[in-house]
């Protein structure tokens, strides 16, 4: 017998891999068939969102399910289809760009076919917002594109030519990503913008300077000062917050800045953002916020004010001073103040890597708060690492629990399920798009489908971790039968097993596994 008429047991593990490769390319097309035409639309969106993932993988195969979106009549495909829109662009530029023009058509689909036209004019320009998010990434691919765009776009909704103010807002939103390409541009767009007769618009120019400081600091600081110097400037606050861009590139200038102001805005802790401004000074100056922290959380009169973000940016003291960060953790799951509760179990999956004993304590004690109950399941997510076990006993308590809210934080974590034990993942995933009651479940059921994008991915590993089915029993039980061998006794070629086996999957539909194997089995 020659060594290339033995069939190792290495050799059966690498037939086993590879076909398990070809089981899952084949199931991931028919969940994305499935999902792509189910007439639920939180299956549809989530599956749409976990287009994403495919991308990753298999390029082609994204464009094509992404141009057949798009394609659609439907809203909710349209809506989510560009909701992803980005997507296309590390992918076909091209494409991407006819579609970012398509934005100053009088309908989508205009003028070929008219699809919220006129008369569905907030469908339409809902959908246009989705688009102009999108533009954010033109000026890298085409400046000159982007600027023909962003003007007009800038001008959809300005109140001397009527329409609706969103678009407008959008693309003032979009600006910051010239600052890289054309600084110089980017500046006279910014002055010009914060002037904008519309006061939605004018509000988003002075909130969008705040990538500047990495490219140009000096000047950052010169219009952060600008900004702050005006009392009457209604975008203070939130030229506060973007001092947080200083503080990796400049760290003094940005303690000097944000001592200068902090005292004015000491009720910022509950402002969408503050959780970047005060974690950037936690990483910077850990005693400085400590002292801030201990100061607004414990005051009597902020009892029941909104320091959610506040509370959220301790997880900046997770790798410098973990005693400290442990020590918030346990004082703001126990707060009386609800926003602190909720700011700090957004933090809690920090705590698994430092303390597992003390998060189990909090993750209990958060489960057994309403309030906290979706940020408390969501917090597993990096048991996946430490106790990929727990992990999994977790998941399938949270995806079966009676609360909702549980259900949902559970579902956003299935994601890191596809890999480590891709059986349960697909057991739990169908769970979630099994949910009674569409409207009151949507949140779930969307967050379940939106997973597979994870499994998708599953596909590039090296070591394919089986999916346990009856086709996987019958798969091992061939590979240690007399099939593998020839007449004289002799293994047949490794290769010509594993393109049987795939052949035999490919054609499955119909095939009663559990009988194939009884036969396999009895010789």
Known sequence: MTLEQILTEEDKASILNEVERERRRILIERLYKIGLEHPQKAIRYGTIKALSGLAKVDPSKFVQLFEKVIDSKDYTNLYSG???????????????????????????????????????????????CL??????????????IYLEL??????????????????????????????SVDKERFLKLFEEGAYEPTPFVSSKFKQKFDSLAVVDSDTFIDLYKQRIANKYDGGRESAFISLHMLASVRPSKFIE?????IG????????????????????????KFLQIYEKQVNCSENKYQNLKYLAKSIDCLADKRPKSFIRLCERGMNSENPSV????????????????????????????DESIQGETAESIIDLANINPILFVELCQKGINHKSKLVRYGTAKVLGKLASLNPTTWFILYKKGLQEKDEEENYNVTLAAAESLGSF????????????????????????????????????????EIQQELIKLVRNSEGIDYQKLQRILEAG
């Open 257 to 261: 800045l944000f001592d200068e102001s």
């Open 82 to 128: 560009f909701e992803i829109l980005e997507t296309l662009a590390n992918i076909d530029a091209n494409k991407f760009v006819d579609i970012c023009k398509m934005v100053k058509w009088d309908s989508w689909k205009c003028p070929k076919e008219k699809v919220y036209s006129t008369n569905d004019i907030n469908l339409w320009e809902s959908l246009r």
């Open 341 to 368: 509760k909720i700011g700090t179990a957004q933090t809690l999956y920090k705590l698994a890597t430092l303390n597992l004993t003390k998060f189990l304590e909090l993750y209990n004690l958060g489960m057994k």
């Open 264 to 287: 004015e805005f000491q009720n910022i802790g509950g402002s969408d953002g503050a959780d970047k401004l005060f974690g950037a000074l936690a990483r910077i100056n850990p005693e």
């Open 150 to 179: 962003y003007k007009w776009g800038i001008t959809h909704g300005h109140p001397f030519i009527g329409s609706y103010p969103f678009v407008a807002e959008e693309t003032a939103n979009t600006l910051d990503a010239l600052v």
């Open 456 to 495: 998708v991915q599953t596909l590039t590993e090296k070591e394919q971790n089986s999916l346990i089915d009856d086709e996987y029993n019958f798969l091992i039980t061939y590979l240690h039968s007399k099939y593998t061998k020839n007449p004289d006794r002799n293994h047949r070629p490794k290769q």
């Open 131 to 144: 688009i102009v998010k999108s533009f954010k990434v033109l000026p890298s691919i085409n400046v000159d």
